[in-house]
Every structure is written in C-alpha cells, then in structure tokens.
C-alpha cells in the first residue's frame, strides 16, 4: 500500500465515465496541496477514450501521481482496491452500476454519481454521492474522503455491513420480474 491515500476508478476510458471530469477535480485537489494517487483501471474505448489518456499523460508530466492501468490481472486489481480509501464512479450513464456494488463488495467506500440507477445501491451504505458533473461538489465530496479519517471508517464500516444480492439471487429476481 501506498504512503499517500489512494483513489481507484474502474472502467474503460471514455466519455461515459467521465474521468475527465474526475482529472480536473482531481487536479484542483492536488493544486490545493492535497497528496493523494489516482488508480484509473480500465481498457481505453479506441474511438472515444484517447482525450482522457492525454489528459493522464498531462497531469504526469506535471508530477501528479496518477497511474492508468490498461490490463490488470485479478491480483493486482484486488491489490488496488485493498490499498483504495474509496473509489470514484463520476459515470454519467451506468447501466446497472455493477462498478459501485464490486467496490461494496471488496468492502471498499465509494463515491458516485447522484444517478438513480447508481441510487439502488447507494443507499444502504458505505457510499456517498455527488451530483453529476459538479465539480465543486465532487471536489468537497473527495476532499471528505482523502482527509476526514472518521468519516471514510464509517463508511468502510458500512460498506462492509451491507448484504448484496449473489448472481443467482439477481437471476432469480430479474426472472420473477419477467414473469410477473
């Protein structure tokens, strides 16, 4: 684990994820004198993603510490979430927001988008959220995260709590819901 806190986001690289709204709060963090690393783990959409890896490259340049992580096996990316204070979902569409309830799963807090489908998993614990696109939001929101020790235990504590459905509790509720 890192000597400085880290933040990790997973998913590919591409407008619909919005890591270059994450970038820019995170660079306004790191300009206030915040110390913190930023995981991005993720394959990088060809035709869209390139943006947000120049914006990566840019901000390395500039001695932010941010890595992206193209291809990951399972053990280092249980190696990122295990040393991860939270991680971030700034997503401005999610299908079913499978990235917040992995990060439930791990035990891991999390800070999301203020989207409803993102909502059903949010609310029993372990996550904040932020509206989307609002980076004065985001920015108190991850600045919470990175600094108040007791707030980001109690949501690791909550997220551990929560009891998320199996994969055959899920197919089982999607098929009662088609029958019905």
């Given amino acids: ?9 997973v998913g590919i690289l591409e407008p619909r994820k919005n890591q270059a709204c994450l970038l820019e709060v995170c660079e306004a963090l790191w300009e206030d004198g915040l110390m913190f690393e930023l995981n991005i783990v993720g394959r990088v959409n060809p035709h869209f993603g390139q943006p947000v890896v120049r914006e990566i490259a840019r901000l390395q340049q500039r001695g932010r510490a941010v890595r992206h992580h193209e291809g990951v096996n399972d053990e280092t990316l249980l190696k990122l979430y295990r040393g991860a204070r939270a991680t971030v979902f700034p997503t401005v569409a999610e299908g079913c927001g499978l990235p917040v309830i992995e990060s439930l799963w791990m035990g891991v807090p999390c800070v999301c988008s203020d989207l409803p489908v993102l909502r059903e998993n949010t609310e029993d614990g372990g996550c904040a959220v932020a509206a989307l696109n609002d980076r004065a939001a985001w920015k108190r929101e991850l600045k919470r995260v990175l600094i108040d020790d007791a707030w980001i235990d109690g949501l690791r504590e909550a997220a551990g709590k929560r009891v998320l459905p199996t994969w055959r509790q899920t197919a089982e509720m999607l098929r009662r819901g088609l029958e019905g």
């Fill in 1 to 9: 684990m890192s000597a400085m806190p880290s933040l990790l986001t």
